[in-house]
Structure formats: structure tokens, C-alpha cells
């Protein structure tokens, strides 16, 4: 095994003592890069998510150019349902649809148990080709989607604005919706283990939709099956990370999923929530993704205040509190992870 160069990200989700507070951007490999953006002219999404050379690639592009300390790999949280035996289709600017979607038990039953080493072996082989490519640079992270989240996808179809379908599914069908939920548990489990098995050095389940819930729904629905995929992930010392986006009224709960890191959107203050919960996780995060489009100058002022807020302790990692936006300058990522590289020195004084 390479022995990393840059390990800061790895104590920081261990809470260890760091030199500086460790960056990584979520969808930092992506469209604001022209880099990426002249790969994807050649091949649509999903071959690329399907073509390993190229998945490294452009996993690489924002260790090159931004200066992250963490990679994560280059796919989608939809290859599970994809896997899973749903069809699945990337729609020019209008996002993921998923043919036929799921509306009872026997679509539940209809869909099929995955090997990760079989079905997703392409997201395995990217994993071993990336690292083998990072040589030890920085960690690579893996990733999936929760449980809910990606039931979300499945019972709407696609993205949806008023979500009536996967209402309509966990209040009129609880028992399939449990069904379906525990099937894609195992199938999220089985593939981080399988992604950390391939060289994952970390993991993050994104609950991007968490926060539709109502707080006794989030429990029911959504955090039940997060702490059903951490328990069953086989790992050694790979830090689990979950992020739960709106999900302001179970941080205690959250804190004590299993999980290493509690990834915070922007609407929180890392501060409070640090001693709301204590020390027992590693928080990550959370500056408005939106600041990006600010001048250096802004830039810097709002990055200070995440540093501030979360105060002279170990445990954070730097991060925005969303992905990061399309449209965003790529300079302006580059000055981000610059100016936290800088300015958290002060914070990890010993
Ligand atoms: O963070 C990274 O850089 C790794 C790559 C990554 C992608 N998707 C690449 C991608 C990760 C971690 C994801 C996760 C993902 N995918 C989530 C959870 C994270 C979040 O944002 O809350 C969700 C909900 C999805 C589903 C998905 N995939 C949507 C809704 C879309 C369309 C959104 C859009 O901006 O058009 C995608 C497509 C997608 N996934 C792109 C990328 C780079 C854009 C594809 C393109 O090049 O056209």
C-alpha cells in the first residue's frame, strides 16, 4: 500500500491534530472545470462514469488544479438503482430520469439484489485505477447515496419540486416502502465495502433529501436505514461520513448513527452545532456554495467565519454546504481552498 503524502483529511475526520484545516469541495470534479467540461464533449455522463481512464481523470483534475486535500471518486449515487435493474438516463440541463419508477410491492420485488463486484464492477475498477494514479497524493473518498435519498429517485423517477410521489408512497405504503428501503440498504452497504475493499480511504452517504422529512419521518425513514448501512460497511479504520442536508432537528441523533463525520449544510453554525453535540464527530463544512460567486475579497471574509465558528479545535473538515455550482469560476475554488490552507494555520496552533 502507497503510504499517503497528505493525510490531514483522514486525522481531521478522527478528530487528530492537524497542520490546517483540510478542504475538499462536493462536485468538485465537474462542469465549472473546462478541463472536465472538454472530456464530457467526447463521451455523455454515464459513459463516463463507465470508463475508468476516464472517471480517474477527471477525479484527478481538481487535485491538479484546485489543490483539495481529499478526492472523491467520479460517479453518481444513481448507478445503485441503475444496478438494481431500474434504466437510467442523464437529460441534457433538465437531470436524472429513471424509466418505470417504483409504485408498489411487486416493482419492490421485481428489482434485483446486486453484487457490487459483478454489477458495479466499473466504479470498483475506478477506484483501484484512480489510486494507483493519485499515488498517495491525497485520500480518495467513495460514496453513495442514503437509503431514503435514493428511494426518493427510484418512487419519483427523477428530481422532483413537490415530491407528492414518494409521499403518497411512505404514507400509503409503509410496508413497501420499508421493503424497498432495507433492500437498498444492504445493496449501499455492500458497495462501500466493495469501494473501500478497491482502495477507498473514506466514505460519504449523502442524504440530500433527509430534509424533506418531518423529524419523526427522518428517524422512521431515513436515519433507521443510515445507521443499518454503517453498521454493516465493512471497514478497518475508514471514517464514515454522512451528509444530511436540512436536517437541523436530529444532529444528536445523527451524531450517534455510527458515523465519524456529520457533514452541515450552510444554514447551521458549525459552532453551535459543535457544542450542541460535543465531540464525539467530526463536522464538515459548510460554506454557502453561493459565496463562490463573491469576489476575493468575500471570499475570504465568509471562509474566516466557517474557521471562526467552528473555533480552535480538532475535527473540521472545510467544505462548502452543498455541491459546488456550475457556473462558479474555477479561480475562485482554487482562492478558497488557498485562503483556508492559510488562514486555519492560526486555528491549530499548538
Ligand atoms: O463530488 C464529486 O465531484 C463526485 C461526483 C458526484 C456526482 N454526483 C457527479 C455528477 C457525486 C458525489 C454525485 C452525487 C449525487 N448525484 C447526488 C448527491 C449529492 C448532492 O448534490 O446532493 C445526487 C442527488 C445526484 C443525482 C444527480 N446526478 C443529479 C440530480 C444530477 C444532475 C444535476 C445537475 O447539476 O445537472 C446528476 C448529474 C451529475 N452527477 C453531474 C456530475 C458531475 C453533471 C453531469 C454532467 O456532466 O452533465
Redesign the pocket.
Known amino acids: 500500500m502507497t503510504k499517503l503524502k497528505n493525510d490531514l483529511f483522514l486525522r481531521a475526520c478522527k478528530g487528530k491534530s492537524v497542520e490546517y484545516t483540510p478542504t475538499w469541495i ?6 465549472y472545470l473546462p478541463e472536465y467540461r472538454a472530456i ?1 464533449k467526447k463521451a455523455d ?1 454515464i459513459t463516463m462514469c463507465k470508463t475508468p481512464e476516464l472517471a480517474a481523470e477527471v477525479t484527478i483534475q481538481p487535485v491538479d488544479l484546485i489543490g483539495v486535500d481529499a478526492a ?7 448507478v445503485i438503482p441503475e444496478a438494481m435493474g431500474m434504466r437510467l438516463e ?1 437529460i441534457e440541463s433538465k ?2 430520469k429513471l424509466y418505470n419508477p417504483i409504485r408498489s410491492m411487486d416493482d419492490v420485488n421485481k428489482l434485483k439484489e446486486i453484487d457490487p463486484t459483478k454489477d458495479l464492477k466499473y466504479v470498483l475498477d475506478a477506484v483501484s485505477l484512480t489510486k494507483r494514479e493519485l499515488n498517495g497524493r491525497v485520500p480518495l473518498i467513495g ?1 453513495a ?1 442514503s437509503p431514503w ?1 435514493l428511494m426518493t429517485y427510484m418512487v419519483e423517477g427523477g ?1 422532483s419540486k413537490s415530491f407528492s410521489e414518494i409521499k403518497k408512497f411512505i404514507y400509503n405504503k409503509p410496508k413497501a416502502a420499508h421493503m424497498l428501503l432495507d433492500k437498498i440498504a444492504d445493496s449501499v452497504a455492500d458497495y462501500l465495502s466493495a469501494k473501500i475493499e478497491a482502495g477507498a480511504n473514506a466514505v460519504q452517504i ?1 442524504d ?1 433529501w433527509g430534509g424533506l422529512l418531518s423529524p419523526a419521518d427522518f428517524e422512521e425513514f431515513s436515519l433507521a436505514y443510515i445507521q443499518k448501512v454503517i453498521s454493516q460497511i465493512k471497514r478497518k479504520d475508514e471514517p464514515v461520513i454522512v451528509f444530511a ?1 436540512g436536517v437541523h432537528y436530529k444532529l444528536n441523533k445523527l451524531a450517534n448513527c455510527g458515523a465519524d463525520v456529520i457533514g452541515l449544510d450552510w444554514t447551521m453554525e458549525l459552532g453551535k452545532v459543535r457544542s450542541k453535540i460535543g465531540n464525539k464527530v467530526a463536522l464538515q463544512g459548510n460554506l454557502d456554495p453561493t459565496v463562490l460567486y463573491g469576489d476575493n475579497d468575500k471570499i475570504k471574509k465568509e471562509a474566516i467565519k466557517v474557521l471562526k465558528s467552528f473555533g480552535k479545535h480538532n475535527g473540521h473538515i472545510f467544505n462548502l454546504g ?2 459546488i455550482l ?1 457556473d462558479v469560476p474555477p479561480e475562485n475554488a482554487k482562492y478558497l481552498v488557498d485562503v483556508v490552507k492559510e488562514e486555519s494555520k492560526k486555528f491549530h496552533v499548538k
Open positions: 462536493m462536485r468538485q470534479a465537474g462542469r464530457r455522463f472523491i471518486i467520479f460517479s453518481d449515487i444513481l442523464m437531470g436524472p460514496f447515496g435519498t428530481g449523502f440530500t442536508k452543498h455541491g456550475p
